[in-house]
T-cell receptor
Framework: RKEVEQDPGPFNVPEGATVAFNCTYS??????FFWYRQDCRKEPKLLMS???SGNEDGRFTAQLNRASQYISLLIRDSKLSDSATYLC??????????FGAGTRLFVKA | GAVVSQHPSRVICKSGTSVKIECRSL??????MFWYRQFPKQSLMLMAT?????????EQGVEKDKFLINHASLTLSTLTVTSAHPEDSSFYIC????????????FGPGTRLTVL
């Protein structure tokens, strides 16, 4: 089993749609969780951190469920510019950072 | 703030040559830098963790004699791919921990290496 698993997609959605991604992690001792966005042939950029209490930033909402060991990202009112690969990132303590393989999103007009 | 640069952004070299990639933190001191490799449609894979003034810690399966890492200052780490082969062709990305603490990494723009 991979340490961090994501549905690779692709998710094809129309503009304005709401889309949700899930990510599961295997190490119950993991301490920090993040969503990164990566555009084609570019470096990953931090989208948001994920907290047990949930985290909302505009159209983006991230949730953490420690009991079930999964993280979610919800994007509301999708824009064309949201098209990218979304990486689930888990830090197992210290500098042990594990990246998921990413979920590809295509938002179409 | 918290900008990381990489140089070169793209390099094409012949098999058997060595290639050096630089990673710089431009506006902060980075005690720890990381080197990742990403093959097409795959996730980032951590190659090594580099601390200023000490030897890098390599992940399992990464040859330290092939991928030489030097972290000589708080703002510069270099990765040298020695005797490169076509299978080393990949997207190499560095990152550094910065002002937001050890959990948040700031990524460089990456270096696309093609070995002919």
């Amino acid at each position: 089993r991979k340490e961090v698993e994501q549905d690779p997609g692709p998710f094809n959605v129309p503009e304005g749609a709401t889309v949700a991604f899930n990510c599961t992690y295997s190490n119950s001792a993991s301490q920090s969780f993040f969503w990164y966005r990566q555009d084609c042939r570019k470096e990953p950029k931090l989208l948001m951190s994920v907290y047990s209490s949930g985290n909302e930033d505009g159209r983006f909402t991230a949730q953490l469920n420690r009991a079930s060991q999964y993280i979610s990202l919800l994007i509301r009112d999708s824009k064309l510019s949201d098209s990218a690969t979304y990486l689930c990132v888990v830090n197992g303590g210290g500098f042990k950072t594990i990246f998921g393989a990413g979920t590809r999103l295509f938002v179409k007009a | 703030g918290a900008v990381v640069s990489q140089h070169p952004s793209r390099v094409i070299c012949k098999s058997g040559t060595s290639v050096k990639i630089e990673c710089r933190s431009l506006d902060f001191q980075a005690t720890t830098m990381f080197w990742y490799r990403q093959f097409p449609k795959q996730s980032l894979m951590l190659m090594a963790t580099s601390n200023e003034g000490s030897k890098a810690t390599y992940e399992q399966g990464v040859e330290k004699d092939k991928f030489l890492i030097n972290h000589a200052s708080l703002t510069l780490s270099t990765l040298t791919v020695t005797s490169a082969h076509p299978e080393d062709s990949s997207f190499y990305i560095c990152s550094a921990t910065g002002p937001k603490g050890p959990d948040t990494q700031y990524f460089g723009p990456g270096t696309r290496l093609t070995v002919l």
